[in-house]
């Protein structure tokens, strides 16, 4: 029988909360020396530790078939593959809630997201955020780099800055414009497994413990 596999984040508070849901579907693992795979015990079910951002990626690649990721993550790799539908929501599991806003500086005025068009944008989610602004009629053409919130503000950049969690560095919320929080994900490697199980339940010569040969 091939192995089911599992990618979650690697360490912080998410990755625990990812690790007691497997653990409480009667799940149990033997970790790997470097501790980036867990192998599992009683079924054929393993667990890959990696950066939150390469789940989705792997997914869609067919390195894992199942991911436990925050939906932004999932949207934005997505977009960024030209493949909205490549990834498919299993369950939201009600961890890791997060909202997306447009954050600009306290002195600015903005009359509404149409005031944003043209400006230069600082985001850990360029193309998530292209997507959304694009949902209004508004363009921007350049996203300044893609990087986390404080080297933003630490470059100084002029314009707009956007990140998931707004701090207090003298700017204001422009537009909350989305929330998520952490799903269960599959990507297409999965169709592999459920036609493998469907082929043994059709099978009256396969029992229920007989061990699939076929890699």
């Not at 082929?199 to 413990?209: I, L």
């Given at each position: ?108 005025d903005v009359q509404g997201i149409a005031s944003l068009e043209g400006m230069r944008i600082a985001t850990s989610y ?17 996203f300044a780099f893609k990087q986390r919130f404080l080297g933003g503000l630490s470059l100084g950049l002029n314009g ?39 082929r043994r339940d059709n099978d009256p010569h396969c029992s229920g413990d007989s061990a699939d040969p076929s890699p």
């Amino acid at each position: 029988m091939s192995r089911l596999r599992v990618a979650i984040q690697k360490s912080g508070r998410l990755s625990d909360k990812s690790l007691e849901i497997l653990k409480s579907c009667g799940l149990s693992f033997a970790r790997s020396k470097d501790k980036l795979f867990w192998y599992g015990r009683d079924f054929p079910v393993d667990v890959l530790l990696v950066r939150d951002d390469d789940i989705p990626r792997m997914l869609l690649d067919g390195v894992c078939e199942l991911g436990i990721v925050g939906e932004n993550i999932a949207r934005e790799v997505m977009l960024e593959r030209n493949n909205e539908d490549g990834l498919h929501c299993l369950r939201k599991l009600g961890f890791g809630h997060c909202r997306l806003s447009l954050a600009v500086p306290e002195n600015m005025d903005v009359q509404g997201i149409a005031s944003l068009e043209g400006m230069r944008i600082a985001t850990s989610y360029p193309e998530f955020t292209r997507y959304l602004l694009n949902q209004h009629g508004v363009v921007v053409p350049h996203f300044a780099f893609k990087q986390r919130f404080l080297g933003g503000l630490s470059l100084g950049l002029n314009g707009l800055l956007q990140s998931l969690a707004l701090k207090t560095f003298g700017l204001k919320c422009a537009k909350p414009y989305s929330s998520g929080q952490h799903q269960a994900q599959h990507g297409p490697s999965v169709k592999r497994h459920e036609a493998e199980a469907r082929r043994r339940d059709n099978d009256p010569h396969c029992s229920g413990d007989s061990a699939d040969p076929s890699p």
